[in-house]
Structure formats: C-alpha cells, structure tokens
C-alpha cells in the first residue's frame, strides 16, 4: 500500500504539479479541486501515464465536511497520508473595502484560513499517531504585508501564516512537519493566472517575461522545493521560505 | 456637538481607559460593550463625574448588524465618530488543536477580524467624507507570531494585523489613520486578567510584579499612547508600534 | 542643575527640532554635530531665544574618543544626561556593490553601528546607576529591509536595530527605556534632503507633496513622538514604532 | 576542468558538509578556514577517498587581503567559482554590553558582516560576467532579534542579513542567487558546539536531545538543504529560509 499525498486545490499549477512530482516518487496522488472534471481527469491520466498512482475528488473545500469526509475516505481506502498539501488561493483580485462585501471577506477566511484548519484538525492527529508527516502549505505575499484592495485576501493569508505557526509550536515535536511556503510571484498556471488574464494577455506574459518563461515562476520547479521540504531530515526543518523568480522584485523591495 | 470617540470592547481595562481619556480631552465616548451593565454605568458615571461626556451600550459585537447599529445612531443622534477604537480581544486561552472546536475557532475570526472589518467598512468612508479620522487597533503578540494552543487566537490576530495595514494602504491617503497597537504583556485589567486568573492570584500578581504594579501594564497608562497616536500630524503618523512593561521581555527574545 | 537631552546628529531636521522640543520641556539640549558651526549656533540661538537652555559643539562621530569625551564633559559639567538621542544617519545614496568601496562600507557601520554602541556604552550604565533614561535611536527603512545599491546603508541600519534590541534586552529591566524609531520617508529638512536635491528640486518637492508640506514629514512634530516616547510610563513602553507621512506607502507596500 | 564551490569557514559542522556534498555532486570544493591544518587535512582526504575533488587553505578572513587573493588564486588556479559559502560565525557567547570590548564588536562586524561584503564585492561580479552563480550565506537567529549579551553577534548579523538582501535586490536579476540561511539552534559540530562547551558537557548534550541526535542539527542533513537551494531553478529561487530540529522551538516561540 502506498503513501498518500493528499492535495487540496490541486489544478494545473502548483497543486497538479506536486501530485505529479510525489507520484513520481512513489506516493498515491489523492488530488482534491473545486471544478473542472476534464482537467483532473487529465492530471490523474497524466501521472498514470508516467507510470504512478493517482486519484482525483471533486470537492467544494468551503461545503461542511468535504475535506474531512475526503480524508476519511482517503485514509480507509488508499493508504495513510503521509503528506498533505493545502494549495487553495484565496485572492479575489484588488476590490476597494466598500467593494468588499462581507460575504467576500467571510469567503477568504473559509479557503484562505478556516479550510487549513479543519485539514490540519484531522490530519495532523494522524500524523502524530504514526509518529511522522509533513504538511505544506502554499501561501501568498498577502500573508506578511497588506497591499490596498486585499482586504480579503490578506485577512485571510495573515491568519493562515499564525496557523501554521501554531501547528508547526504543537505539532513539530510529535513528528509533524508543517511548512508556510511564501509564493511571492506569478506561478506560470494556466488555470489561475491564465483565466485572471485571458488568453491572449497570458500568452503575451509567457512570452516577454523572458527567455524560457523564467519571469514566471514555473510550477513542475516549486515542485521540487516541495518535494525537498517533504525530505528534509527531521534534525533540519525548515518552518519557512519564500519563492520568488530571480528577475522579479521581493516583497519587500517593492 | 462633541466629537465622538468609538470604543467597541469598553472594558475595565484598555477600552474604558481610551474612552475616559479621550473623554477628559473633550470628546463623547461612546462606549460598548458585550455584558456587564453595572460595570459599564460606572464608567458612563466616573466620566460625567470627572466633567466630561459618555455614553454606554450594550452589544455583542459578533451578531449581525450591531456594530453596524450602533455606529449609525451614535452618527444620528451624538456626533461624528471621529476616532474608533476596536478592542476586542479574542483570547481563549491555550488549546491544544483537538480541543478547538471548529465553532471557538469560527469565534476567534468573528472577534478578533470580522468585527473590525464591519466596523471600519462603516467608519472608514464616513471618515474619507470628512477628510480626516483614527481608526485605533489593539492587537496582541499572537498577531506577530503564533504560539502553541493558540491557534484560533493567533489566527484571528494575524488576520486582524494584515487587515490593519490593507486599511492603511487604502485610506491612509484619504486622510484616516490606522494604527495597530500590539500590547505585548499582562494588562492590569480586572475584567480580563482578573476574571482569568482569580482573586486571589490577581491580587498576587499585582504584588509581586513590582513597585507600583509596574510588571503589569496600565491601561490609564497605556490610553496615553493611544492619545498620543490620534494626535500625531498627519505627515507623521505610526502605522504600528508596540507596548510592555519595562521588567517584561519582549516577544522575540522568549 | 537641568537633566540633559544629549543629542548626537543635531541638524536643522529632526535632531535639532527633537533637542529644541526638550529643551521647551525643562531640557538642557546638547547639541552635537559633525559641521556647520553656523547652523549650530542659529540653533542653540533659537532654544535660548524660546527661553531653553542649550549648549552645542562640533564632533566628528566617526573619530575616536569624540563621543566618549563629550558625554564625560557633559556630565561632569552640565548635568546628568537622562535622554540621549542618536540621530545619525549613514545614506550614502544608492550605489552598486562595485562602486561601495571598502572605506564605504566601514564608514557606514562606524556612523550607522558602531556610533551608537559607544554612546550606549556609556550612557546605559549611567542610566542603569540612576534608576532611569531614555535612549532614542532614529532609524530608517533600511533597517528592515534591503534595497539595491543600499550596501552599506541597510547593513549598518540592519545592526543598528539588532543593537537596540539587545541593549533592551539588557538595559530594560534596569530602567532604561530604548526606542527604535524607524523613519520612513523623506524628513523636510533643508541641511539633508535640501542638500541632496539641491534648492530647486527642493523647493519644488516642497511644494508639490501638497498642502502644509504634508507630503514631507515635519521634523518638528517627529519631535512630539520623541517626547511621548520619554514620557512614557515604564509599564508600556514602546520599543519599536515607525513614522511617515500620511501620503507616502509604507515600506511594504511598496 | 571542475567548477569550484569555495567555502569560506570549513570546519565540521555546516561548512565541512557542504563542501563535502557539492564535491561528490562533482565540485571540486575549495576549503578555507582559520586554524587547525590537520582537521582540514582530514576533510581533503575523506573527500578524495570518496573520489570527489578538493583543497584546503589556512585563511584568516579578518585579515587585510585575505578572501580576495584566495578568490583570485583558486579563479586562476583550479576554476570559477559557480558556488560561494560564506560560513563564518561571529558567536563570542554573551557578554553584558560593559564587557563587550569595542574590539569584540568590531571583530564581530568584521567576521559578520564585512567579510561577507569583501567575498561578495567579488564574486558576484565574476558570476554576474559568467550569467549565474550561487551565493549561500550562513545566518542566526540573531539576525533577526537581538537577545541579551550578544550585542556584538546581533550587531554584526544584522548587518549580515540586510546586506544579503542588498545582494540579492543588485544580483538576483543578473543571475546570481543569494541565500541567507537561518540556522535557528544547536548543530552537532565538535569544533564549534564541541569546544563552546566541553567534551563532556558536549557528549552528554549529544546523547539526551534525543534518539538519534535528533534534537542536534546534523550538519550533513543541513548540507542537503544547501545543495537544494543550489539547485533551484531561477524562476523559483528562495532567498530566505529557516533551519531547526523538530524538536526545537523556533526563535519567535521563545
């Protein structure tokens, strides 16, 4: 029986490309994404095609028990999950805060930080009883500087970042590794950042962000550092990092 | 007609103390609070004693529309909110992750963000109207970094801190200062740190923290900064600065 | 006999004007400077003329002994030096890494490190023996965070806040109050920002950053937060606070 | 010919291991450090008995000249440098601020900071020429808060930390990746570690943090996250990152 590498909001970025990676490596794919059955279709084919294991959820992270009956399920019929991966963004684009309607800010809590939660509430206990696991975390610049329009967005990021602290203070001592990863920069993903621009902006991106897309940060490569994450020796975690392309600016730079 | 300073969270503690100096200083404080009729009308009554102008309001602050109530018929029927001071602490004490319930962590997102969502949705605009406004935050240290057993506290904390800087980017130019005030220690309040700890270990701290109570922060001390802060000129405003007692150390250094 | 406001980098900006607004409050100001015994004297003029008492002298920070000796004198002759103020700045304007000559980058730290850690080391223990002082130590962006071309400007700012962070550590418990003030933006001071710019280009900032020269931050009301930070009570102190004008974006917003 | 990772501080902990592990990834790993020529005999020769490639030079990076000819000679010598390690610690142990010499703080700054600033003034040039590189600083947790005693270490850490954001704001877009490693606890190096506290002391630590020196970082484990980040493709670079035993509480949670 295989390990699981559960992924929460597993589209064609960062999500699909970490499934693809720790199937490669010998763990079942459990890949969980809110829409799009042709796409997981497509990913959970694509992995097997390279020869791993993969299975793919439709599944509405923000709906009453979704994650924890995906969980459940997963653990009773795959396999024990070794690694789980919360990858679900949060940003609705820059609204003023009279634009921001309470439902919208409620909506960034519930994927930005309550979904976390109740993913780390179920699989982090597990994690402890078999002594090991590692939970990665995809966060956005959002989660250490508040930029105007983000009311929501970073809200939302700002309380996933002090959650994953507070798992990393009770958890890491029992054998769980979590990891807040700080994706400060456009992922080259057709399903997120292709849809926000349209096609043909996309395309034109991908082409003067320079040579062999490298302004754009390439997904299958965040992969590896995931993946690294995952292997670290337990004497050397890093709690942690940021990712960003080299020719773009850190957050902090402006 | 007077100004009006906003307390949402008027307790014995900070909020009561904000509002009396505000009051002394020629504003209406408006004063709410979730329970505690007498307490709240003792302080309506040592304000007006002392010469000055209070009003006090009972309110739980996480029921749909009574923040939003209450800012409207202070604006009708008192005065202009002129300075806002949310104060509401979302402290739940240290709990391990499989005992925060999903409804305590829900809790500590409608307290410690949400709630100062609503209330700056209202009163940031009205303050961009009239060209000018403070708009004061206390925060604690699990906004800066996440403790164990704190996970819905530090959760709410770090959403409440981004939300302050995305509300400073956004109305800062418009003339509405937003100040996040971390207090990084053990307020002198009897109706929280009292109420948490007893009696009789109250009484004992207070001892044995020194000279003058000096280990425990003051809140009549701490209003201070809070004037100071609502007065500072615009070209020099504090977005963020912290508080303790000298004999305290700081966050980072354990 | 006066208590002492010790100013090291008491220009026509924010150094003179913190010095000129003790001196109101019962402060002896003394005023050093590296050059420009004019300015010096039109300084330690107007303090009189308002009625204070000052004193100023010349001093090259960067030479030994220079610092050492003047805190002597001033004790032994004036008074006790209850607020010392270290208000040196270390900007040599942006230059790439092969144009920081070595000599650069040692004079950034001398001016931006290393000076306040002999001023420390004198006056700390001073305040330590009386029970109480104040060490104010104006900062800048780059102490947080590192620009391009800013080589030897960020890496001396970035000690300067590790060192006020230790000598809390140490000297908090023992009364004495240290601050880290982190300006960020342009000061409207005409012998630093006029110099750099020029007159024209000056003046002409001046008046297009808006109304009252909002756009710049007005040294003398810098001055009130200096003051409220050494009137703080020692049961909420502040050790870390920024400052800019309400319409330039914090550091982190870019 | 071989590309060459130089390591400035080479002993046995972080820096022996590196050089160790880019040699068997086919490096040839010029080894610097200050004393001990039969320790870095020995490193040579475990790493040709593994078949890699490497030499060892006596070096005190304080000293006038130093780093540079050693730069120099190994460029002409055996290859261009494709990997820097500045590995140099600047830990005197805590000292009170009156017994900490301005020679120790000034030692601290000059193997802290300055040395980092003399490696990178010119290697990142020469990989900037060369279209790629990798700069690998090791850090502390004094680089990001000043604890008590370490006045010197915090200093010059600080300055280490702004500076490699310097670095990489002015070399990132050139191609070169600079990395500032925060090494949050106690490595298992007996010349570091093993002389601060004995053989004893040093043994005992060693055997009750834990089954398998867990609670001790191992310093070829951490030699595994520099190699990662060695490899990570430019759009995905990290520059900032934290290293600790699971076991350890991370800086932030005291």
Known sequence: MKPVCLVIGAGAGIGGN???RFAREGYHAALCRRTDQDGLDRLVGAIEG????ASGYLLNAVDDGTIEQRIEAVEAEIGPIE????NLGAQIGDRPLRSTSYKAFEMGWRLGCFGLFRLANLVCP???????????????TAAVRGNAGQHSHAAAMGGRRMLC???????????VHVAHILVDGAVDAPDTLGKMLGPERY???????????DGLMLPERIADTYWHLAQQHRSVWTHELDLRSFSDSPWWNG
């Open 18 to 20: 970490v499934g693809r």
């Open 50 to 53: 390279d020869g791993g294991s």
């Open 83 to 86: 690694v789980a991966v919360y």
């Open 126 to 140: 597990l994690m402890e009883e078999r002594g090991a696991g590692t939970l990665l975390v995809t966060s956005a």
């Open 165 to 175: 602290q507070t798992l990393n203070a009770e958890y890491g001592p029992k054998g």
């Open 203 to 213: 395309q034109q991106l991908r082409e003067t962000r320079g040579m062999e897309h």
